[in-house]
Nanobody
């Protein structure tokens, strides 16, 4: 079992930055892939980024490449998402997830946090 708790969401103006954090507990993250997904009102959940815990390999959805950075802190068992140059279309509930495969599909992740709201005003 892995418990995930997100923090760091909020309201920011377009062009601003936010840093989300996901604290994991309950089980080792060794061998796992950690991911961030987001869901805007009326839209389907969307993959944002993931990172392989063991080697730090990352992948991103095209719309956030160059603006968002996912990282991990092995000592603190946390995953972060640094979001720069935010746009109104980034507004969504952002959720952290833990799984085994480095997938972009949400149904491959077994553990999820409760989500944190990110709102970007124009």
């Amino acid at each position: 079992q892995v418990q995930l708790v997100e923090s760091g969401g909020g309201l920011v103006q377009a062009g601003g930055s936010l840093r989300l954090a996901c604290a994991a507990s309950g089980s080792s993250l060794s061998g796992r892939t950690m991911a961030w997904f987001r869901q805007a009102p009326g839209k389907e959940r969307e993959f944002v980024a993931n990172i392989r815990w063991n080697d730090g390999f990352t992948s991103y959805v095209d719309s956030v490449k160059g603006r968002f950075t996912i990282s991990r802190d092995n000592a603190k068992n946390t995953v972060s998402l640094q979001m720069n140059s935010l746009k109104p279309e980034d507004t969504a509930v952002y959720s952290c997830a833990a799984g085994w495969a480095p997938s972009t599909r949400g149904n491959t992740y077994a553990y999820w946090g409760q989500g944190t709201q990110v709102t970007v005003s124009s």
